[in-house]
């Protein structure tokens, strides 16, 4: 049983938008805080949100804040990531994360890579301007 898949993305213009979502297989998802990274061709992987366990914290790096919103319902196991005023620079593979420990939140370093250890497959999101 794959832990996490995420769905939604797809190809889009510049200014468009999309609902990415990410359901985990078990309701262990409650307990831990969940990010979104992405990773562009030739690009690490990055952190772009990152949610607290009961969803009333969350973090965006500077690149997507303002534009991007994350979110969660832990009734039906499920993540999200409302993506708007979409520009050619988000074009990347955008992957549902769970943190390594049922930690609320990491408030020091909400996305810091080496935290978070359970991936979904990816969900490709391609900008064209």
């Known amino acids: 049983q794959v832990p996490l898949v995420e769905s939604g993305g797809g190809s889009v213009q510049a200014g468009g938008s999309l609902r990415l979502s990410c359901v985990a297989s078990?309701?262990?998802?409650?307990?831990?805080?969940m990010a979104w990274f992405r990773q562009s061709q030739g690009n690490q992987r990055e952190g772009v949100a990152g949610?607290?366990?009961?969803?009333?914290?969350?973090y965006y790096a500077d690149s997507v804040k303002g534009r991007f919103t994350i979110s969660r319902d832990n009734a039906k196991n499920m993540l999200y990531l409302e993506l708007n005023s979409l520009q050619s620079e988000d074009t990347a593979m955008y992957y549902c994360v769970r943190a390594t420990s049922s930690i609320a939140f990491y408030y020091d370093a909400p996305v810091a890579r080496s935290r978070f250890a359970t991936w979904g497959q990816g969900t490709q999101v391609t900008v064209s301007s």
């Open positions: 949610i607290s366990v009961a969803g009333s914290v969350v």
């Open positions: 078990t309701d262990a998802f409650r307990k831990y805080c």
